[in-house]
């Protein structure tokens, strides 16, 4: 990671990673012109009830879905403990001055990001790219924290200028949608 190289950082529990995965991922790539997208697998989601399943397993499984250019993959919560997206990216922000980072995240998550500890932190000193996902995107744009970040939303015409911009910014980006969700691969019940 040098200085000037823009980041894109996808974490998740990614119990099961699946092709929708790849889809945000690439599409984060493209529509944003990033140097790189960082999938960062958790440990565990602390606003799921769900115990994850086994890291080593959901691990290489990320690994063997990201093979390709630009793409890495990382245990960094893992190894050294980190438990929050907002402690998360003050480390990378402090351990690589001059990377810029844009979090990335599927439009399922934006529904509940206003729960996510220090969210408002998050916008405030990292760009969001939020990809259209399948399930209830009406619902993920009218969020509490959609609302709140409506002023600083970028248009999706604009989004590779937004890990070039200083922060608060996000924008919404549209792509043909995915369908697949890990919840319907575990087969949970609604």
């Known amino acids: 990671m ?12 990614f119990d099961p990673v699946h092709r929708g995965h790849l889809h945000v991922a690439q599409t984060a790539l493209r529509k944003l012109g990033l140097d790189r997208v960082w999938w960062i697998v958790s440990p ?23 093979a390709g250019p630009r793409m890495v993959v990382s245990d960094i919560e893992s190894r050294t403990g980190i438990r929050t997206t907002a402690e998360l990216i003050k480390v990378l922000q402090d351990r690589y001055p001059g990377v810029r980072f844009v979090w990335i995240m599927g439009a399922d998550n934006l529904k509940n990001f206003h729960r996510w500890h220090r969210w408002q932190d998050i916008a405030a000193t990292t760009p969001i790219a939020i990809i259209a996902r399948p399930q209830d995107p009406v619902r993920a744009r009218l969020s509490p924290a959609a609302r709140q970040m409506a002023q600083a939303r970028v248009s999706e015409a604009r989004a590779k200028m937004l890990g070039r911009t200083s922060p608060p910014g996000w924008t919404y980006l549209t792509e043909r949608l995915h369908s697949e969700a890990s919840s319907l691969l575990r087969g949970d019940t609604p």
């Open 2 to 13: 040098k200085p000037g190289m823009t980041v894109g950082l996808f974490g998740g529990s």
């Open 44 to 66: 565990q989601n602390p606003l799921k009830e769900r115990q994850a399943g086994d890291f080593l397993r959901r691990y290489i499984g990320v690994q063997e879905m990201a």
